[in-house]
C-alpha cells in the first residue's frame, strides 16, 4: 500500500515544507495565537496557593509515582522521594530509555548518564557515561554525598559505584541488543555487517532501476527491508514496527522527577541510557546540572527530555529556574527555555523538526507545568507529564509549536498496512 498523502501532510510544518512555504512563514503558522503561546494553562496560572507535598516527572515514571508520594507525604526526604520514581525504570529492562536495557551506543554498550540536586543541602552530584551499573541515578546520589566532586564519568564512575556497593551487571537486554544489530545491519553498505553474498537477504546494492522508483516507494520498501530484517533477528511480530521506528528515528528517552515536600522543600533527579546508538563516550544533558535538572531552593525545580545537545546549548533547565525566580510562572518560564532553542536555528522548521524537547518545572510552592517544542512524536501520542498531589494523573504538556517530531533521520509516515500490531502505536 502507497504512503496515504493525507497523513504524510497531516502537520503544519510537513504542510509548510510541501508547498514550499519559507522557514520563517512557516514558523508564523506553528505558532499559537498572536505568535508564541501566549495563555498559560497550567497550574501556575490559577490563583490561589498549590498543592503541597507534589512530585512532577516524565510520563514514565507514572506507575512509581505512588509509592513516591505516600514515602514523601510521611516526611521522607525530597531528593529519596525523586530517586525511588526514577530507580522505578532504571530497574525495568522493558524501559529501553534508561537503566537495564537501556539502548546501547554504536558499539552496542550500554552508557548511562545521570545527575541530581538536594534543595535542602544545595548540594549536586553527577555521573556521565557510566558502563555496566543500572541504577546511575543512585550513583550520582552518592558522589554527592561520598565526594568532595560533582561529577564523575566513565570508568573512574564505574570504579566508585563498584567501590561503593553498586553491583556490575550487563544491561544489555537481549531486545536492546537485536535492535542494536537492525540499526547496525540497516547502516551498514561498505562493511562485514549484515547477511553475506551467499545468504538468500544478501541486499544486491542499488540498482539504476531502483534508484528510478519514486522516493515514497523507495522508503516503504526500506521499511518493510527493516521489518524483515528484524524478524530474522529473532524480533516478535508485535515489537518490529517498533524496533524498525527506533532505527530509522534513533530517540533521546530519559527520565526527569522533581519532588517538593510540604516544608516546601525541593529536589530533583534525571537519569538515561541516552541517544540511542550515539558516539561511545557522548554525554547528553541529563549529568549536565543546569540542563538535564537544576534545583535551587528558593525557587523551584526543572528538568528535561529530548535532544540533549539542544538543551545543553540553552542550559534548559537552569533558563527555567531563573526564569521562575524572576517572575515568570513555570509555564512562561518553561516556553522562554524552547524559544531560545527555536531562536538557535533562526526559526527554521527544516531543521527544527528534527528537535524534541520536554520540560517537567515545579516551582516551590507547588505550581507546576509541562511544556514541549512539539505536540508529540506522531498524533495520538502527545507529550505527557505524570504527577501526584495526592491525585495521580497524566497531563498533556503545552506545546511551543503546533504539528509532530520527526526525529532524524526525517522520514514520511509509516504505511497503514505495516502498522497493524505495532506496539508503538498503542
Ligand atoms: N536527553 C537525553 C539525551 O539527549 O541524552
Redesign the pocket.
Known amino acids: 500500500m502507497p504512503f496515504s498523502r493525507r497523513d504524510f501532510v497531516k502537520t503544519s510544518v510537513v504542510g509548510a515544507l510541501a508547498t514550499g512555504v519559507g522557514a520563517q512563514a512557516s514558523l508564523a503558522s506553528n505558532l499559537g495565537g498572536n505568535g508564541w503561546p501566549s495563555q498559560d494553562s497550567s497550574n501556575a496560572s490559577q490563583s490561589g496557593s498549590f498543592k503541597r507535598p507534589i512530585i512532577v516527572c516524565a510520563n514514565n515514571g507514572y506507575a512509581h509515582l505512588e509509592d513516591a508520594f505516600v514515602f514523601l507525604k510521611g516526611g521522607g526526604d525530597t531528593l529519596d522521594a525523586a530517586l525511588k520514581v526514577v530507580k522505578g525504570p532504571e530497574d525495568d529492562p522493558k524501559d529501553d530509555s534508561v537503566g537495564l536495557g537501556g539502548l546501547p551506543n554504536e558499539e552496542g554498550v550500554v552508557e548511562l ?1 545521570a545527575c541530581c540536586m538536594h534543595g535542602p543541602t544545595r548540594r549536586a552530584g553527577s555521573v556521565g557515561g557510566v558502563r555496566n551499573i543500572k541504577n546511575v541515578s543512585l550513583v550520582s546520589n552518592a558522589v554527592m554525598q561520598h565526594t568532595g566532586h560533582v561529577m564523575l564519568v566513565g570508568e573512574g564512575a564505574e570504579r566508585f559505584a563498584v567501590a561503593m556497593g553498586f553491583p556490575r551487571e550487563n544491561l544489555l537486554t537481549e531486545h536492546s541488543r537485536k535492535i542494536w544489530l537492525l540499526w547496525k545491519e540497516f547502516h551498514s553498505t561498505d562493511d562485514w555487517w549484515g547477511p553475506g553474498l551467499a545468504d538468500p537477504h544478501w541486499p544486491p546494492p542499488a540498482s539504476k532501476t531502483t534508484s528510478d522508483k519514486p522516493q515514497a516507494e523507495l522508503r516503504e520498501d526500506r521499511i518493510r527491508n527493516l521489518q524483515a530484517r528484524a524478524a530474522d533477528l529473532g524480533i516478535p511480530p508485535e515489537l518490529q514496527l517498533a524496533a524498525v521506528r527506533t532505527v530509522l528515528f534513533p530517540p ?1 528517552g ?1 527520565i526527569h522527577c522533581s519532588a517538593l515536600n510540604d516544608k516546601g522543600e525541593i529536589s530533583g533527579c534525571t537519569t ?1 541510557s ?2 540511542a546508538f550515539k558516539l561511545s563516550g557522548r554525554c ?3 549529568p549536565i546540572i543546569g540542563a ?1 535538572c537544576y534545583t535551587d531552593q528558593d525557587v523551584g525545580s526543572a528538568g ?5 545537545e539542544e ?1 545543553i546549548k540553552v542550559a534548559g533547565a537552569h533558563t527555567i529556574v531563573e526564569n521562575m525566580r524572576h517572575g515568570m510562572s513555570p509555564q512562561e518560564a518553561g516556553l522562554d527555555a524552547l524559544k531560545r532553542i527555536v531562536r538557535n536555528y533562526n526559526g527554521d522548521l527544516n531543521r527544527l523538526r528534527f528537535i524534541d524537547m520536554t520540560y517537567y518545572i515545579l516551582r516551590k510552592d507547588g505550581a507546576y507545568a509541562g511544556v514541549s517544542l512539539w505536540e508529540g512524536y506522531s498524533k495520538g501520542n502527545p507529550h505527557k507529564i505524570a504527577i501526584h498531589d495526592g491525585t495521580h494523573r497524566a497531563e498533556v504538556a503545552v506545546n511551543l509549536l503546533k504539528g509532530y517530531s520527526q526525529e532524524f533521520p526525517p522520514f514520511p509516515e509509516i504505511p497503514e498496512d505495516l502498522k497493524k500490531d505495532s506496539e508503538y502505536l498503542k
Do not use: E, K, V
Not at 528535561?304 to 540533549?308: I, L, Q
Open positions: 548518564d533521546t530519559t538515561t541516552g541517544l547528553g544533558d541529563s538535564g528535561a527530555t529530548g535532544s540533549g538543551n
